[in-house]
């Protein structure tokens, strides 16, 4: 199982606008990730060898450094995301319910990595950290800093 996980983990006091605005952005960051995923896997690969499936259909697989893609949707469907928001810690986790997710991320021995996490994670870490540092700015303003 492949798992990311976002934690606000001892928050200190904040007013209930602050600590809400900053649960929206765990939110809103772990649907992000994984909604990203699951285009990444989705998108149409272009260089991946094409073999035939039963039924007579053919299936273009991802090349080396591609995203996987996506044949039976076995691995776009397992990828989750839960949030939990509790006074002194925000959660939000992406998991990927698919054992060879974590084979396809970080290759094997004989098969060279088709990345999906990492690079969404990086699409979507801009504005994760802005939101974050605007509603830390926020809190710091808030209390007189």
């Known amino acids: ?37 699951q285009e990444r896997i989705q998108e149409p690969h272009a260089t991946g060898r094409i073999y035939p499936r039963p039924g007579g259909k053919f299936h273009q697989a991802s090349a080396p450094g591609e995203s996987p893609a996506t044949d039976l949707g076995h691995l776009v469907n397992s990828i989750v995301a839960d949030t939990q928001h509790a006074r002194t810690q925000l959660l939000g986790e992406v998991t990927v319910g698919a054992e060879y997710g974590s084979h ?13 996490l990492a690079p969404s994670i990086d699409e979507i870490r801009p504005a994760f950290e802005a939101a974050s540092r605007a509603a830390m700015k926020r809190a710091g303003d808030q209390n007189g800093q």
């Open 1 to 37: 199982m492949l798992r990311m996980t976002v934690a606000f983990n001892n928050l200190p006091e904040f007013g209930s606008d602050v600590h809400d605005l900053l649960g929206q952005i765990v939110v809103k960051a772990t649907h992000d990730l994984q909604g990203r995923m």
């Open 104 to 116: 396809l991320e970080f290759g094997t021995v004989k098969m060279a990595p088709r990345p999906f």
